[in-house]
């Protein structure tokens, strides 16, 4: 009798503690940027989420046009990206509930010291993307289909240059991230485009050196948008809204702001 008095007293001493543990291990999945993870800002902000809410906030970064497709496919229950065009289509087809404004910052065109193409110091973008192509000297794309690339593509549209035939020429293609694309300008001395967090937090620069900023073209523009729970049931949607209510209210927005490296603040809230 004390035997069985025993194994009871085990296994709703398990009971307790299995629903303890589900009760501190509610997660959500956001599909997110590079330029979120790398920069250090998810690090900073979500522990503090984590903390009100008993929340955690899983995050796959990869580049945005990659984490929209891993959205629609139900792959999570968050999009934090910056490509406002592909995510209003996003919402519009039916994909996400709504699109909020989080937060920007800008563009930079960077280049080698050596500035071969003579691009440094202007306010143009698409006048420098022009002259870059015109010297035929090396750039180095993501070309990953993330907010980053998608961005270059619209400046190589507007100078008129044709990429796609300059591929595998001047114009190299990674097919990675930005600090992949970056150490692979920073050791052939080649342009690139590149978010201003990424390159803040890039610690391998060589003689890399920002060449063109302050274009309006390289404003920078990031949204939240919860996964259609409709399209997916598996979303987690009050959990998911209850992030992103956090991420665009007071706290969260605040949050954003706080986050500097070597005193250079890297995101610029705006949800508001």
Same mark, same amino acid.
């Given at each position: 009798?004390?035997?069985? %008095?025993?194994?009871?007293?085990?296994?709703?001493?398990?009971?307790?503690?299995?629903?303890?543990?589900?009760?501190?291990?509610?997660?959500?999945?956001?599909?997110?940027?590079?330029?979120?993870?790398?920069?250090? !800002?998810? @690090?900073?902000? !979500?522990?503090?989420?984590?903390?009100?809410?008993?929340?955690?906030?899983?995050?796959?970064?990869?580049?945005?046009?990659?984490?929209?497709?891993?959205?629609?496919?139900?792959?999570?229950?968050?999009?934090?990206?910056?490509?406002?065009?592909?995510?209003?289509?996003?919402?519009?087809?039916?994909?996400?509930?709504?699109?909020?404004?989080?937060?920007?910052?800008?563009?930079?065109?960077?280049?080698?010291?050596?500035?071969?193409?003579?691009? #440094?110091?202007?306010?143009?973008?698409?006048?420098?993307?022009?002259?870059?192509?015109?010297?035929?000297?090396?750039?180095?794309?993501?070309?990953?289909?993330?907010?980053?690339? #998608?961005?270059?593509?619209?400046?190589?549209?507007?100078?008129?240059?044709?990429?796609?035939?300059?591929?595998?020429? %001047?114009?190299?293609?990674?097919?990675?991230?930005?600090?992949?694309?970056?150490?692979?300008?920073?050791?052939?001395?080649?342009?690139?485009?590149?978010?201003?967090?990424?390159?803040?937090?890039?610690?391998?620069?060589?003689?890399?050196?920002?060449?063109?900023?302050?274009?309006?073209?390289?404003?920078?523009?990031?949204?939240?948008?919860?996964?259609?729970?409709? #399209?997916?049931?598996?979303? #987690?949607?009050?959990?998911?809204?209850?992030?992103?209510? %956090?991420?665009?209210?007071?706290?969260?927005?605040?949050?954003?702001?706080?986050?500097?490296? @070597?005193?250079?603040?890297?995101?610029?809230?705006?949800?508001?």
């Amino acid at each position: 009798m004390f035997e069985n %008095w025993i194994k009871a007293g085990a296994v709703a001493l398990a009971i307790t503690g299995a629903g303890s543990a589900q009760a501190t291990e509610e997660f959500i999945v956001m599909q997110s940027t590079t330029s979120t993870q790398n920069s250090g !800002l998810l @690090d900073h902000i !979500l522990p503090a989420f984590t903390a009100e809410s008993g929340i955690e906030v899983r995050v796959v970064a990869v580049g945005t046009g990659q984490a929209i497709k891993n959205a629609m496919n139900g792959d999570g229950d968050v999009l934090l990206v910056h490509a406002k065009a592909a995510e209003e289509k996003f919402v519009a087809e039916g994909w996400g509930v709504q699109r909020f404004d989080v937060m920007y910052n800008d563009f930079v065109l960077v280049g080698p010291a050596a500035d071969p193409a003579g691009i #440094k110091g202007g306010e143009d973008v698409v006048a420098a993307m022009s002259m870059i192509a015109t010297a035929g000297v090396p750039f180095a794309s993501r070309g990953d289909d993330s907010g980053t690339h #998608k961005a270059e593509l619209s400046h190589w549209k507007s100078a008129g240059v044709d990429v796609a035939a300059a591929s595998g020429g %001047w114009y190299r293609e990674t097919g990675s991230g930005m600090g992949a694309t970056l150490n692979l300008a920073a050791g052939m001395g080649a342009y690139a485009l590149t978010d201003r967090a990424t390159w803040i937090a890039f610690a391998n620069k060589g003689d890399l050196e920002i060449m063109v900023e302050g274009d309006t073209r390289l404003f920078n523009q990031y949204g939240v948008i919860l996964v259609n729970p409709e #399209k997916h049931h598996g979303v #987690k949607a009050e959990a998911g809204q209850r992030f992103i209510d %956090w991420l665009i209210g007071s706290d969260g927005q605040a949050a954003i702001a706080s986050y500097t490296l @070597d005193g250079e603040q890297l995101f610029f809230p705006n949800a508001n």
